[in-house]
């Protein structure tokens, strides 16, 4: 042993307390001299320190024989710094109990991520063609040069993505071939057995991912229906909008719905008293709903303002059976929902602002009278249904405002005698029924806030 290297071992006074804690050590391993980690503990620990050594696994033992040390100088290091010298800095685990060093090259460590154990799928189809037909299903037959298709589809497994990630980071070295981690959703544990720099680089990302997954966004809603005047049938004209505070100005101009970067307003410069006002001026404006909801981090939020039609779908028609008895048809009870649905997934980006994937879809009735005509009992609905899809990238505290999305809503009005329109059968000669049509333009401003966990959430900021 002291051909290849120079130990030199002195006394000084205790500096701490412990296992060879009275000792110093200084020696140095030249860059030729290339000497065993296992012969260097063997010479410090065991014969110096009195410590026996043990491996805890047959790789931790066969590595230590394996890796050459070389080039090391090293002047009044304790014993403990040696080891994290050269046994933490070479991928290897160590701890002292009972006057025995364990070493060890891979562990087993439970890592704690709070997650919903549940997948969040979804989707939704659209294709129209020139010709001005449309079809919800993609595959129709209409030539493809004449169709334009758009297909939205999404499945989200936290828990069965996690598990490829964490393997791809574990090996993505090749240095060890560590098992596939053990994941148990129900309890949010996941369990790695592999080496140190893979646990250092596992805990890393599960610490990141902790933080992004808690991050939470307050989206502030309001839906505005307005119904146009006979002047503005076209939609509203978006370029008399002007929002201002104080002697600044912000002024928004697209030919019928708000799009892209002027379809943002700085949070300084928004007014909902002047949004409602120029609205106002573009026909009669109502408030459908203003609902404020709180979502993690790349999470979906989902708004619905509107009614559940139920129907009784038909399963079965009626038949004869063999003994010539005749059987009733047969029905389900199926359900579908009309109205505002307003689905919203918010990402906060690494320097604070805000992603957010809107996709509103407006659903309404072709005939109001339909459901009281008794031969559609077995029959859906039918609807028209208009959509807008976009992702927009906005600051903390900007509100972003989207219209365009008009529906024709008509309906009858019926007139008459009083008392006599009411009589049956003698109604039909003293009433008659107008047909009115109203075109609607939906506006929906969406204002997000992000939840600062190290910040009170007060009142105000919540906008209220």
């Given at each position: 042993?002291?051909?290849?290297?120079?130990?030199?071992?002195?006394?000084?006074?205790?500096?701490?307390?412990?296992?060879?804690?009275?000792?110093?050590?200084?020696?140095?391993?030249?860059?030729d001299a290339k000497v065993s980690l296992s012969s260097i503990l063997k010479e410090i620990a065991v014969n110096?320190?009195?410590?026996?050594?043990?491996?805890?696994?047959?790789?931790?033992?066969?590595?230590?024989?394996?890796?050459?040390?070389?080039?090391?100088?090293?002047?009044?290091?304790?014993?403990?710094?040696?080891?994290?010298?050269?046994?933490?800095?070479?991928?290897?685990?160590?701890?002292?109990?009972?006057?025995?060093?364990?070493?060890?090259?891979?562990?087993?460590?439970?890592f704690n991520i709070d997650y919903i154990p549940s997948t969040r799928t979804g989707n939704s189809n659209f294709?129209?063609?020139?010709?001005?037909?449309?079809?919800?299903?993609?595959?129709?037959?209409?030539?493809?040069?004449?169709?334009?298709?758009?297909?939205?589809?999404?499945?989200?497994?936290?828990?069965?993505?996690?598990?490829?990630?964490?393997?791809?980071?574990?090996?993505?070295?090749?240095?060890?071939?560590?098992?596939?981690?053990?994941?148990?959703?129900?309890?949010?544990?996941?369990?790695?057995?592999?080496?140190?720099?893979?646990?250092?680089?596992?805990?890393?990302?599960?610490?990141?991912?902790?933080?992004?997954?808690?991050?939470?966004?307050?989206?502030?809603?309001?839906?505005?229906?307005?119904?146009?005047?006979?002047?503005?049938?076209?939609?509203?004209?978006?370029?008399?909008?002007?929002?201002?505070?104080?002697?600044?100005?912000?002024?928004?101009?697209?030919?019928?719905?708000?799009?892209?970067?002027?379809?943002?307003?700085?949070?300084?410069?928004?007014?909902?008293?002047?949004?409602?006002?120029?609205?106002?001026?573009?026909?009669?404006?109502?408030?459908?709903?203003?609902?404020?909801?709180?979502?993690?981090?790349?999470?979906?939020?989902?708004?619905?303002?509107?009614?559940?039609?139920?129907?009784?779908?038909?399963?079965?028609?009626?038949?004869?059976?063999?003994?010539?008895?005749?059987?009733?048809?047969?029905?389900?009870?199926?359900?579908?929902?009309?109205?505002?649905?307003?689905?919203?997934?918010?990402?906060?980006?690494?320097?604070?602002?805000?992603?957010?994937?809107?996709?509103?879809?407006?659903?309404?009735?072709?005939?109001?009278?339909?459901?009281?005509?008794?031969?559609?009992?077995?029959?859906?609905?039918?609807?028209?249904?208009?959509?807008?899809?976009?992702?927009?990238?906005?600051?903390?505290?900007?509100?972003?405002?989207?219209?365009?999305?008009?529906?024709?809503?008509?309906?009858?009005?019926?007139?008459?005698?009083?008392?006599?329109?009411?009589?049956?059968?003698?109604?039909?000669?003293?009433?008659?029924?107008?047909k009115v049509s109203d075109k609607v333009e939906l506006v929906f401003v969406v204002t997000p806030h992000i939840?600062?966990?190290?910040?009170?959430?007060?009142?105000?900021?919540?906008?209220?």
């Amino acid at each position: 042993m002291k051909k290849y290297f120079l130990l030199i071992i002195f006394l000084t006074n205790i500096v701490w307390a412990g296992v060879c804690g009275s000792k110093l050590f200084t020696f140095s391993i030249s860059n030729d001299a290339k000497v065993s980690l296992s012969s260097i503990l063997k010479e410090i620990a065991v014969n110096s320190c009195n410590v026996n050594v043990v491996y805890d696994d047959s790789i931790a033992k066969s590595k230590s024989k394996e890796l050459k040390v070389s080039g090391v100088s090293v002047k009044n290091y304790s014993f403990l710094q040696i080891l994290d010298l050269l046994i933490s800095n070479n991928n290897f685990f160590y701890n002292i109990k009972n006057n025995i060093l364990h070493i060890s090259y891979i562990k087993t460590k439970t890592f704690n991520i709070d997650y919903i154990p549940s997948t969040r799928t979804g989707n939704s189809n659209f294709s129209a063609s020139s010709a001005g037909s449309s079809s919800s299903d993609s595959s129709s037959s209409s030539d493809s040069s004449d169709t334009n298709s758009v297909n939205s589809a999404y499945t989200f497994d936290f828990w069965s993505g996690l598990a490829a990630n964490l393997n791809n980071i574990l090996n993505s070295d090749g240095e060890y071939k560590a098992p596939l981690p053990i994941i148990d959703k129900n309890a949010g544990l996941v369990t790695v057995t592999a080496t140190k720099k893979q646990l250092s680089k596992i805990g890393n990302y599960i610490n990141k991912l902790n933080e992004r997954l808690h991050e939470q966004i307050m989206i502030d809603v309001r839906i505005y229906e307005v119904h146009l005047s006979k002047s503005n049938q076209t939609g509203i004209n978006w370029s008399k909008l002007g929002l201002s505070l104080g002697s600044s100005s912000s002024s928004l101009s697209a030919p019928v719905n708000i799009t892209g970067v002027d379809s943002i307003i700085h949070k300084t410069l928004f007014n909902a008293a002047g949004l409602l006002n120029f609205l106002s001026q573009q026909g009669n404006v109502s408030s459908l709903s203003n609902p404020k909801i709180v979502a993690l981090n790349n999470q979906k939020a989902i708004i619905s303002v509107g009614d559940t039609i139920n129907y009784n779908a038909l399963t079965k028609a009626s038949y004869t059976d063999k003994n010539g008895n005749p059987q009733p048809a047969e029905y389900s009870n199926k359900s579908e929902f009309i109205g505002i649905l307003l689905d919203i997934t918010p990402e906060i980006s690494e320097k604070g602002n805000i992603i957010l994937r809107i996709n509103p879809t407006v659903s309404a009735f072709r005939d109001q009278t339909q459901l009281k005509d008794t031969n559609r009992k077995d029959l859906p609905p039918d609807t028209s249904e208009n959509k807008m899809s976009t992702v927009v990238r906005i600051k903390d505290g900007d509100t972003l405002v989207l219209g365009g999305l008009i529906t024709n809503q008509n309906s009858f009005q019926e007139n008459g005698v009083p008392l006599l329109k009411e009589i049956p059968v003698v109604k039909y000669l003293f009433s008659y029924k107008n047909k009115v049509s109203d075109k609607v333009e939906l506006v929906f401003v969406v204002t997000p806030h992000i939840v600062r966990q190290n910040k009170k959430v007060t009142i105000k900021d919540l906008g209220y």
